[in-house]
């Protein structure tokens, strides 16, 4: 245990409900109207008073879900690994590990995609506690005797079908969007106003490497497979919970979407949070 892995986990769950409380407080459900981006296309805008007053209708709503998430799941999920984790429990290192890369990865694309608003620096700064703070966590784990800590029932393979799944879906989904507007010339149908797509960015040159080498290094039972795979899956069931609840909103307030996004993301949150379970419930600690 380190003492400056618990300062920075600390900062990080009263910084993220600080600024998730802010953001709902703030918020006074928009006042929408339409917006004709540089491609000439109409965008509706979110409106309002609130922070995400400037964003597009669908990443304000993305965006407040994730803000009620991180409050009621995340925010008390860190201290529960912060209280395993003083207890020198690996279960808290991991539940650690994974909350810190919700942080990077949330509030990267927050600061690098959503339109400029006071939570900038707030952002920007639980985006690199998140990083370092996973930087810090993962040095300690203690490799040789991780898999000692894992009973002969860890659901390695269907762990890393899972992964391998998610990289396909994920890939699948950005690349039909990029490829369509490079044949037809059109902007791609999730630009909206601004200026380019950072989570397509980050997923295709992150997240989706990521979860293939994970698959890979679990399905050939290697320690690092176990580590990745266990942030990936309880990360995904956090972020994905978000998103099924954006979705829901966004499909039956603003009546955009479709059933089979809400259905897909659902699947994965339901899938994640299986996992995650069996995952946790398999470590001897």
């Known amino acids: 245990m380190k003492i400056q892995t618990i300062v920075l986990a600390v900062t990080a769950s009263m910084l993220l409900f600080a600024v998730s409380v802010t953001v709902i407080a703030q918020d006074d459900g ?3 109207y339409t917006f004709t981006s540089i491609h000439g296309e109409t965008v509706e805008i979110y409106g309002g008073a609130g922070p995400y007053r400037h964003d597009s209708t669908y990443k304000a709503i993305a965006f407040c879900s994730f803000d009620w998430v991180s409050s009621v799941v995340a925010f008390p999920l860190f201290l529960l690994g912060i209280f395993l984790y003083r207890r020198g429990r690996l279960l808290g290192q991991l539940l650690l590990a994974a909350l810190f890369t919700y942080l990077a990865y949330i509030y990267l694309i927050g600061f690098m995609g959503n339109a400029f608003n006071g939570l900038f620096l707030g952002w920007v700064a639980l985006f690199s506690i998140g990083g370092f703070g996973l930087f810090l966590i993962v040095s300690e784990i203690d490799f040789p005797s991780l898999r000692q800590k894992l009973s002969g029932h860890f659901p390695g393979k ?128």
């Open 158 to 285: 269907p762990v890393a079908v899972y992964l391998f799944s998610v990289a396909a879906i994920l890939t699948a989904q950005y690349l039909t969007e990029i490829f369509t507007a490079y044949l037809t010339g059109a902007p791609p149908v999730s630009l909206d106003h601004y200026t380019t797509l950072e989570l397509a960015g980050v997923e295709l040159g992150i997240m989706i490497p990521l979860h293939i080498l994970s698959g890979v290094l679990l399905w050939r039972q290697k320690a690092w497979g176990y580590v990745l795979a266990t942030i990936l899956a309880f990360a995904a069931f956090v972020v994905f919970i978000a998103l099924t609840i954006s979705l829901f909103l966004t499909y039956f307030i603003c009546e955009q979407g479709s059933w089979m996004d809400f259905g897909i993301t659902t699947g994965i949150a339901i899938v994640a949070s299986a996992f995650s379970l069996a995952i946790f419930r398999q470590l001897r600690d």
């Open 30 to 32: 928009g006042s929408p």
